[in-house]
């Protein structure tokens, strides 16, 4: 199975602040990776396809990159209700798999 | 508005079974894939199983294998999880989750239910 690291695990930040997480494949999956948003008490929410396209409804400051091994979701200007634990997946080889999460917090 | 309901959770005993549902409402529930996916008590996410649309294709992950069984009623536009010799490892929340595209499994998830716990204990 390919494996999902995602880094760092704990990030702590201010509204407003300029936020990266990284997420590396153990081999290459072309851009075949999503982010999710996950609030606490709920259901993942899809934010990104395809390593960069943002889904329908979601916020412009959030955007994704990269292709191969290493991939980034950015969010632009940290907001209050950013403040969830995301996940990255993979869907380019059977099975499906995800990163162990990065949560964000308020500083 | 799409909607998934999921029911059936609970708690039960090590090597029991449950039968977990997910109502489907707001799409053609018959054209697109459907799979389960976990969350362990503060753990991360794990693919459990997918169907096709039709039914057919069913998939598992090596955890569940021999154990689980998905399946699908599209005139009743919903999804099953038939949960056999269940082990404590299987306690999470369960959610049903639809494929975003209606052309081809993509194993991108667009909605999710509210998830229901499954709960192995003696």
Redesign the interface.
């Known amino acids: 199975d390919i494996q999902l690291t995602q880094s760092p695990s704990f990030l702590s930040a201010s509204v407003g602040d300029r936020v990266t997480i990284t997420c590396r494949a153990s081999q290459g999956i072309s851009s075949n990776l999503?982010w999710?948003q996950q609030k606490p008490g709920?259901?993942?929410?899809?934010l990104i396809?395809a390593a960069s396209t943002l889904?329908s409804g979601v916020p412009s400051r959030f955007s994704g990159s990269g292709s191969g091994t290493e991939f980034t979701l950015t969010i632009s200007s940290l907001q209050p209700e950013d403040f969830a634990t995301y996940?990255c997946?993979q869907?380019n080889s059977?099975?499906?798999?995800?990163?162990?999460?990065t949560k964000v917090e308020i500083k | 508005e799409v909607q998934l309901l999921e029911s059936g959770g609970g708690l039960v005993q090590p090597g029991g079974s449950l039968r977990l549902s997910c109502a489907a409402s707001g799409f053609t529930f018959s054209t697109y894939a459907m799979s389960w996916v976990r969350q362990g008590p503060g753990k991360g996410l794990e693919w459990v199983s997918v169907i096709s649309g039709s039914g057919g294709s069913p998939h598992y992950a090596d955890s569940v294998k021999g154990r689980f069984t998905i399946s699908r009623d599209n005139s009743k536009n919903t999804l099953y999880l038939q949960m056999n010799s269940l082990r404590a490892e299987d306690t999470a929340v369960y959610y049903c989750a639809k494929d975003l595209s209606s052309i081809q499994m993509t194993y991108y998830f667009d909605y999710w239910g509210q998830g229901t716990l499954v709960t192995v204990s003696s």
């Open positions: 999503a999710y709920k259901a993942p929410k899809l396809s889904q996940y997946q869907l059977y099975p499906p798999t995800f990163g162990g999460g």
